[in-house]
């Protein structure tokens, strides 16, 4: 059995047959491997009217692919001409939380499931969050950049005007409670902070929120020193923190954003950030990415900004790799559906 391991240079094409081969090393069959390595993350992701988040050429995948039957990616563009191209293919799956660089559809036309792995890096995220609110509210980026670039000594930082609340003894907002969002509320409440939630899937779930406030978004503003984003891009939620909601925030919040950079109108937080009217914001994602060089972003001390690390530590990548693969068996060896499947409607077609 052919399988294609198309790497990129965070979920490598080691890790990737690694987990692959752990997971099938009892089922008796033997493999032959095609590999290629995109150059994600040092090459930014790309878009097409078909697919998004991808790095690479379809061209180049089309000439490796023709008798693969088993497909496992990270950020290679698996779109329709690849997938026509592959005559024999079986399964094909990303190790990642939103498998957008697949065409769906054309997967879905052939009865071929595609598996993906949610949450892979909710840990890794999680703990990112907490980083940016102390490295932003506790002046740590600033300090660190006046003293190593500039050698200057920051003791105006030190000054009580300046300085920030302890997590313990704040009042930490989240909006959405998922899998990213409960992990950092777990960590919060270790650290003593009361935490408020947003989150209207929860409504008919309450269970899911015990131990946390649940409120609608205008109490959220009006009573957090931090706003951490952790919800989905959807249409509900694109731009849910923009002029108004800002206008509506408690003087000397903090906005941490390491979601998606369309869940907050980035003019509005520039201007709220220059004129002061919040303290703070940390972002590890941004309305384009990398942002323009032209970008407000870059002319703000009270910003902490990072290159979209939130998801980058090594259990996120072998996590990733190890959940699509359990997929994958599941699905060949089990002769089960799989239990993370973006088109679970080719499991009604084949039975």
């Given at each position: 059995m052919r399988v294609s391991i198309l790497g990129d240079l965070?979920?490598?094409?080691?890790?990737?047959?690694?987990?692959?081969?752990?997971?099938?090393?009892?089922?008796?069959?033997?493999?032959?491997?095609?590999?290629?390595?995109?150059?994600?993350?040092?090459?930014?992701?790309?878009?097409?009217?078909?697919?998004?988040?991808?790095?690479?050429?379809?061209?180049?995948?089309?000439?490796?692919?023709?008798?693969?039957?088993?497909?496992?990616t990270h950020t290679a563009p698996i779109s329709?001409?690849?997938?026509?191209?592959?005559?024999?293919?079986?399964?094909?799956?990303?190790?990642?939380?939103?498998?957008?660089?697949i065409n769906w559809?054309?997967?879905?036309?052939?009865?071929?499931?595609v598996l993906y792995a949610p949450g892979r890096n909710s840990g890794a995220v999680a703990e990112f969050a907490i980083g940016l609110m102390l490295a932003q509210s506790r002046s740590i980026t600033r300090s660190h950049m006046s003293l190593m670039l500039e050698k200057k000594w920051r003791g105006d930082l030190y000054v009580y005007d300046a300085v920030g609340?302890?997590?313990?003894?704040?009042?930490?907002?989240?909006?959405?409670?998922?899998?990213?969002?409960?992990?950092?509320?777990?960590?919060?409440?270790?650290?003593?902070?009361?935490?408020?939630?947003?989150?209207?899937?929860?409504?008919?779930?309450?269970?899911?929120?015990?131990?946390?406030?649940?409120?609608?978004?205008?109490?959220?503003?009006?009573?957090s020193d931090f706003i951490s984003l952790h919800a989905r891009l959807t249409a509900e939620t694109e731009g849910i923190i923009g002029a108004d909601e800002i206008s509506r925030m408690k003087p000397g919040v903090y906005i941490i954003n390491t979601a998606r950079g369309e869940l907050i109108d980035h003019g509005a937080l520039y201007e709220a950030l220059k004129d002061r009217r919040i303290a703070g914001a940390a972002l590890?994602?941004?309305?384009?990415?990398?942002?323009?060089?032209?970008?407000?972003?870059?002319?703000?001390?009270?910003?902490?900004?990072?290159?979209?690390?939130?998801?980058?530590?090594?259990?996120?990548?072998?996590?990733?790799a190890k959940v699509l693969c359990n997929g994958i068996h599941e699905y060949?060896?089990?002769?089960?559906?799989?239990?993370?499947c973006v088109n679970p409607e080719v499991y009604r077609k084949k039975g």
């Open positions: 965070f979920v490598t094409n080691e890790v990737l047959q690694r987990a692959f081969e752990d997971c099938f090393a009892d089922s008796g069959l033997e493999f032959q491997y095609n590999y290629l390595t995109d150059t994600w993350p040092v090459t930014p992701v790309m878009k097409t009217d078909e697919i998004s988040e991808f790095v690479g050429d379809d061209n180049e995948l089309c000439e490796l692919i023709v008798d693969t039957e088993i497909i496992l329709k001409k690849v997938i026509s191209a592959a005559k024999n293919l079986k399964i094909v799956g990303a190790a990642r939380g939103g498998p957008t660089n559809n054309a997967c879905t036309s052939r009865g071929i499931p609340n302890e997590l313990g003894s704040s009042v930490v907002g989240l909006v959405g409670l998922g899998a990213i969002g409960g992990k950092v509320a777990k960590l919060l409440k270790a650290f003593g902070a009361k935490v408020l939630v947003y989150d209207p899937y929860l409504k008919n779930n309450p269970s899911m929120s015990s131990g946390y406030e649940l409120v609608e978004l205008e109490t959220l503003l009006r009573n590890d994602i941004f309305e384009s990415e990398p942002p323009p060089e032209d970008s407000p972003l870059f002319t703000l001390e009270n910003v902490t900004a990072t290159t979209h690390l939130g998801g980058a530590s090594i259990q996120a990548a072998e996590i990733g060949m060896i089990l002769k089960k559906p799989a239990q993370y």
